[in-house]
T-cell receptor, first 110, second 107 residues
Framework: EPEVTQTPSHQVTQMGQEVILRCVPI?????FYWYRQILGQKVEFLVS????????KSEIFDDQFSVERPDGSNFTLKIRSTKLEDSAMYFC????????FGDGTRLSIL | RKEVEQDPGPFNVPEGATVAFNCTYS??????FFWYRQDCRKEPKLLMS???SGNEDGRFTAQLNRASQYISLLIRDSKLSDSATYLC????????FGTGTRLLVSP
């Protein structure tokens, strides 16, 4: 069964550094998402992406965040200057319908 | 009012028991509804979609009440492997998750 893949599985970064999280969505899916989950909290929507542009973003997705689909297969989330509170699991998802999630990247900011 | 509300639990049940979870949502414009399960520190995995007429998938039955903005999940004949957090997710373009309900099935 096709699946969403994410790399790396764990990223440790110094505060203030840029980080890029990578995702390969399921190949025939058209809609792409990033969510995050702070330890012990609920899964929160960050951004949705369709037709090479952001279709919706949450309040969390501020100017420090950006997404890109640089080629036909990858979908990336960039955090420009990481903060301690960015430490979380970041999940990529894709769909036609329903959404399927990757196994996440654990981001630890030191 | 929270967008999605679920009893966090935990629900402790013995193997073979029947257990039901409820979920209420505030956005009456929600068009699609799903139940996901999440194991500790893992990604949400789709358990089932929820249809207006209610639907069943093996031991799992989901119901939707649009008038009351309420979704339910019934698990029959609980297995140890059912131990997880169950996330209700209304949404269409994006999913809005509750905190989930934790289920612990014991021998």
């Amino acid at each position: 069964e096709p699946e969403v893949t994410q790399t790396p599985s764990h990223q440790v970064t110094q505060m203030g550094q840029e980080v890029i999280l990578r995702c390969v969505p399921i190949s025939n899916h058209l809609y792409f998402y990033w969510y995050r989950q702070i330890l012990g909290q609920k899964v929160e929507f960050l951004v949705s992406f369709y037709n090479n542009e952001i279709s919706e973003k949450s309040e969390i997705f501020d100017d420090q965040f950006s997404v890109e689909r640089p080629d036909g297969s990858n979908f990336t989330l960039k955090i420009r200057s990481t903060k301690l509170e960015d430490s979380a699991m970041y999940f990529c998802a894709s769909r036609n319908q329903p959404q399927h999630f990757g196994d996440g990247t654990r981001l630890s900011i030191l | 009012r929270k967008e999605v509300e679920q009893d966090p639990g935990p629900f402790n049940v013995p193997e073979g028991a029947t257990v039901a979870f409820n979920c209420t949502y505030s956005n009456s414009a929600s068009q699609s509804f799903f139940w996901y399960r999440q194991d500790c520190r893992k990604e949400p995995k789709l358990l089932m979609s929820v249809y207006s007429s209610g639907n069943e998938d093996g031991r799992f039955t989901a119901q939707l009440n649009r008038a009351s903005q309420y979704i339910s999940l019934l698990i029959r004949d609980s297995k140890l492997s059912d131990s997880a957090t169950y996330l209700c997710a209304p949404g269409f373009q994006k999913l809005v998750f509750g905190t989930g309900t934790r289920l612990l099935v014991s021998p």
